[in-house]
């Protein structure tokens, strides 16, 4: 196969993706043109790459794994809640970039954190050949979030808490929404969403995620 040849099927794969994610029930079309636009191939080991486009997690070392596209999908509809900017967004666990990638489509800025310095090397080198603008990465522990730079509009947080993380929601902006897996072996999304006087929390889909440490290593 040429590399010609080998592009032109990566391409078919993505659009394939994006279809089977429109089956699925993602219909947030700013999404799907998000997820078309990403090269997912160039987030995962080279051995990996012809897996890239399947609806799975795939390894990523360190323990950690790159989220399935659906799920990744499914949070980011979550929070537009019918085409609701983005705005200022905050990541927790950026792993190889490609979420934050996916992010930077659909938000002003995106600040995304990752606690293992190797990995945060590895996405930086991943987006570097993007040239994202509104994309900033910072060697950080997502538990404690990001203060300097809050309040946020948007926050997405790609490992499992045992309970939402008091700093996360500090962090939160005024009609914000956060999206976070909650629970250890039962685990599911919950949707946070802070009004004036209160946060009101709603209990979607089960998932799976490896777990939300604290610290950075």
């Not at 659909?106 to 990752?114: K, M, Q, R, W």
């Not at 909650?182 to 979607?204: C, F, H, M, N, W």
Request: glycine residues 8%; proline residues 6%.
């Amino acid at each position: 196969m040429t590399a010609t040849d080998a592009s032109l099927s990566l391409t078919r794969a993505r659009a394939r993706m994006v279809e089977r994610l429109r089956v699925s029930g993602i219909r947030d079309e700013g999404v799907l043109a998000a997820m078309q636009s990403i090269p997912r191939h160039q987030f995962v080991e080279e051995a990996l790459g012809t897996r890239a486009y399947e609806d799975t997690a795939l390894p990523l070392g360190f323990q950690q794994t790159i989220s399935q596209p659906f799920v990744v999908a499914r949070m980011i509809e979550l929070l537009r809640a019918g085409g609701r900017p983005l705005g200022k967004t905050l990541e927790v666990g950026a792993g190889c970039g490609y979420q934050a990638a996916v992010l930077s489509k659909l938000a002003s800025d995106v600040y995304a954190i990752e606690r293992i310095a190797p990995l945060l090397e590895r996405a930086k080198r991943n987006l570097r050949p993007l040239r994202l603008p509104n994309v900033r990465l910072k060697h950080a522990d997502g538990m404690i979030g990001l203060a300097a730079e809050a309040p946020f509009d948007t926050i997405i947080v790609a490992a499992a808490a045992a309970a939402v993380p008091k700093a996360l929601l500090d962090q939160l902006a005024e009609g914000g929404r956060l999206v976070i897996p909650v629970g250890t072996a039962d685990q599911s999304l919950r949707l946070i969403e802070r009004q004036p006087q209160r946060y009101v929390e709603t209990k979607l889909d089960a998932v799976r995620f490896v777990p939300l440490l604290p610290g950075v290593e």
